[in-house]
Each structure stands twice: as structure tokens, then as C-alpha cells.
């Protein structure tokens, strides 16, 4: 039985693409919001999800962080996937014809100076991919797409114009979540952990908390605070460091940490991406 990968959006969309980069061996299995990804993987009709959780240009993506604490999935890998625009329209399209298109509104900002330089107007969709499948179901004449060349295969659009974007450092980040945490040691890379964790309430629990890594010697990549249950007052911080929880200094760092929180959960263990460089 082929094994699938759930992701949210349409096909064709950069998620997608993510996916069959990661994980040609699966089939994968689009859904309607990230919740669904979960869902999909928790209840079996999918192996893994891909999951957004950072842009390099627009930060993180909105929900992902308090969703994961709560998935009931693990982190076993990571992804990092350029954000490559194209401009797509029906086969009988040229480049001169477009004078609309059409794409989330996240992405239109990313290629004003080729919209401008070309007379275009933008206008808002829902999403990238969903775009494109309305355009290619449409017909519609004078009008494109802004998506990945991807979406312009699963739709049998054409593509007028590539790597549109103003920015050619655009990268999303993907988390590859399964059912099972994977504690092994694998691949050539470096391996990282990721965890959530809540400070207690008392006088510079954070800067304690943190001195565990930093006396250590170990390489805190990511720190992010987001609120929970909407109170101002609880915070929870999203955390990844390179190294593995059987490490020594890893294990020291964490026994700091654990003396200065009220909960730490650990997401997921996984090799450096060799992108992440």
C-alpha cells in the first residue's frame, strides 16, 4: 500500500511541492486546513504531515505553533522549499495578454516590481493553487495565475514567465510530523531537538532558564513566545538547539531548564536540513 503525506491547500500548491521533494515515495494527500493535516495523520489516513512553521521573509506561519504541542504528532524531519513564482495562463496565452492575476494575497506582494513592470493588476485568492485550478476550469482570457510550476502541471496551464519573485531568498520551512517519535541518530548532519516549554512565574525565570544552553555550549537556533488560551499572563516558548537529548550537555541544559518551568514537552528529534545552512 503507498504510503501518503497529508498537507494543507490545494495540489499544486508550494506544500505540495514540499512534499514531493521530501517524500517522493508518498502519495500525498491534500487537505483543508492544518487541522485537517493533523487530523489526517492522528487517524490514520495519512503516514506523515508537512507542515509550514517559517518564512524567511514573512516570519512565522500563523496557528502552527499552538497547534503542535497539542497534534499528538511528532517531528521527524525538516524541509526547506524556494518560493518560486511563475506566472501561468491557458495554453494559447502570451505574456502581452494578461492584464490580471490572480493569487493568495501573501504571494502578490512578492513579485510588485515584474506586476508593475508589465502592466498587470493582482487580485486576491484564496490560495495559489486554487488559483490556478479555477483559472484552467474557467477558460477565462486575458487572465493568470501566480503559483508554483507545479500547479501549473497538475492544472495543464502554461507558463509564461519563471522565478518572478523580487526576492530570490524566499524559503519556507517545513516540519515532517509522524504518529511515532523517531529518537535515532540519522544522517550526516546534525541532528536537532525541538520542545515547548512554560517558565515559572517567578523573577527572570527565562534568562535562568536559557543559561543552561549557554553555559553548555550548545547553539540555540530558534526561541519563539506565543500566548496561550489567549491570557496574556501564560506564555509558552517554541524552542529548537542543535543536538540530541542523549548528549551530555543536552541532558544538563535540560535538567536547568526543567528547574526553571512549570512544563516541557519535547516535539521532535531530526537531522539538520542541509539547507538550513
Known amino acids: 500500500m503507498t ?23 508518498h502519495e500525498p494527500l491534500p487537505c483543508k486546513t492544518f487541522e485537517d493535516v493533523i487530523e489526517a495523520v492522528r487517524k490514520g489516513h495519512a503516514d506523515l504531515a508537512m507542515l509550514p512553521v517559517e518564512n524567511s521573509i514573512y516570519g512565522r506561519v500563523a496557528d502552527i505553533h499552538r497547534l503542535l504541542p497539542s497534534s499528538g504528532l511528532y517531528i521527524i524531519d525538516e524541509a526547506f522549499v524556494r518560493v518560486r513564482i511563475a506566472l501561468m495562463a491557458g495554453e494559447d496565452a502570451t505574456l502581452d495578454d494578461i492584464k ?38 474557467s477558460g477565462e482570457v486575458g487572465a493568470g495565475a501566480l503559483a508554483s510550476e507545479l ?101 544538563l541544559a535540560m535538567e536547568e531548564l526543567d528547574y526553571f518551568t512549570d512544563q516541557v514537552s519535547l516535539l521532535g528529534v531530526y537531522p539538520a536540513d542541509p539547507q538550513r545552512s
Not at 492575476?101 to 498587470?120: D, M, N, T, W
Not at 509564461?160 to 541518530?185: G, P, Q, V, W, Y
Not at 549557554?214 to 543536538?243: C, H, P, R, W
Open 151 to 251: 500547479a501549473a502541471q497538475q492544472y495543464g496551464l502554461k507558463v509564461l514567465a519563471r522565478d518572478i519573485e523580487d526576492n530570490d531568498t524566499n524559503t519556507t520551512r517545513f516540519l515532517i510530523m509522524s504518529r511515532e517519535m523517531d529518537l535515532k541518530r540519522r544522517g550526516k548532519a546534525v541532528m536537532m531537538t525541538s520542545f515547548v516549554f512554560r517558565v515559572r512565574n517567578i523573577p527572570a525565570a527565562l534568562y535562568k532558564a536559557m543559561g543552561g544552553f549557554a553555559t553548555n555550549g550548545i547553539n540555540m537556533t530558534k526561541l519563539e513566545s506565543y500566548m496561550v488560551n489567549g491570557a496574556f499572563t501564560a506564555t509558552q516558548f517554541f524552542a529548537d538547539i542543535e543536538g540530541h537529548p542523549d548528549d551530555r550537555n543536552v541532558q
Open 3 to 25: 504510503k501518503k503525506i497529508a498537507f494543507q491547500g490545494e495540489l499544486g500548491a508550494y506544500s505540495h511541492e514540499a512534499c514531493a521533494a521530501a517524500r517522493p515515495d
Open 100 to 137: 490580471l492575476v490572480r493569487a493568495h494575497p501573501v504571494l502578490i506582494p512578492q513579485c510588485r516590481s515584474f506586476l508593475a513592470e508589465h502592466g498587470i493588476t493582482a487580485e486576491a485568492a484564496i490560495d495559489n493553487a486554487g488559483a490556478a485550478a479555477d483559472l484552467a476550469a
